[in-house]
C-alpha cells in the first residue's frame, strides 16, 4: 500500500485537518485505502501512536482514539461520495461534515504498537451517510464508533 496514494491524498490533498489532512504537516497523517471496488469492502488504515499520545497510564488517549475514528470514517464516506459522483457543492469544501460520532471504548488500546482501522458505509444517501468504524489491535477490537455524516451544504 506504500506505492498507492492514500484514499486522503487522492481526494483531498491540500486539507489541512489535524487528523488525516495531508496539508496538516504536524497532524497524525492518518492514511486510509480502500479494500475494494464494492462499497461493501470497507476502508482500511494502520496508525502508529506517537509518545505523547499517552492517557497518563501508558496507553492510547481516548480523544487521539476519537479522532483517528472520526477521520477514517470520513475516508469511508469520500470514497463513498466520489462512486456517487456527490461532489462538494459549491461553497463546501468537503462533500460531507461530521453530524455525530458516538465512540465507545471496550478496552484499552497499546501505545507503542501500531493499531489497525476498519470503516465500513453502513447507510448512503445523498443527504446522509452512516459508517461503522473499529479501532483494532492484536485481533481485539478496542474502541469502536458510529460515526453520522451530513452533506455539506454551506449558508450564504
Known amino acids: 500500500m ?5 484514499i486522503q491524498e487522492r481526494l483531498y490533498p491540500d486539507l489541512p485537518c489535524f487528523g488525516c489532512g495531508p496539508g496538516n504537516a504536524k497532524g497524525l497523517q492518518l492514511r486510509s485505502y480502500s479494500l475494494g471496488e464494492m462499497a ?16 497518563g497510564l501508558g496507553y492510547l488517549n481516548g480523544g487521539i482514539i476519537g479522532t483517528v475514528l472520526d477521520c477514517h470514517s470520513a475516508a ?11 461532489a462538494p457543492l459549491p461553497g463546501a469544501d468537503l462533500s ?11 478496552r484499552p488500546a ?3 504498537d501500531a493499531v489497525e482501522l476498519h470503516a465500513v458505509v453502513t447507510e448512503a444517501d445523498e443527504p446522509q451517510m452512516t459508517v461503522a468504524v473499529q479501532l483494532r489491535h492484536d485481533g481485539k477490537v ?12 454551506p449558508r450564504t
Not at 2 to 6: G, H, I, K
Not at 40 to 55: I, K, Q, R, Y
Not at 96 to 106: E, I, K, P, S
Open 76 to 86: 469511508a464516506v469520500m470514497l463513498e461520495a466520489e462512486r456517487h459522483g456527490w
Open 96 to 106: 460531507y461534515v461530521t453530524a455525530g460520532l458516538d465512540v465507545r471504548f471496550l
Open 142 to 153: 478496542r474502541a469502536e464508533a458510529t460515526a453520522v455524516w451530513k452533506r455539506w451544504r
Open 110 to 112: 497499546p501505545l507503542h
Open 2 to 6: 506504500s506505492s498507492e496514494r492514500s
Open 40 to 55: 461493501g469492502d470497507g476502508v482500511t488504515a494502520t496508525f502508529t501512536p506517537w509518545p505523547e499520545h499517552d492517557n
